[in-house]
């Protein structure tokens, strides 16, 4: 049975509301559907920047005390 307006937890499957914690198990709705991508776009790159970044730095010290 479903309700209107309410969604399926995904964590315990009980019916809650959208915006609000579980009433039984208190999962958050932080990673709704309606969530903006966090690895899209300038984040994804300044992701890849760094690990090149931390790459280089580590080449660069095993090569300095080889």
Do not use: H, Q, Y
């Amino acid at each position: 049975m479903t309700v209107p307006g309410l969604v399926p937890c995904p964590l315990c499957a009980l019916p809650k509301d959208p915006d609000a914690r579980c009433p039984s198990c208190g999962m958050t709705a932080e990673f709704g559907p309606d969530r903006p991508n966090p690895f899209a776009g300038a984040t994804l790159w300044l992701m890849a920047a760094t690990i090149v970044v931390l790459f280089a730095i580590t080449l660069l010290v095993v090569a300095l005390t080889a």
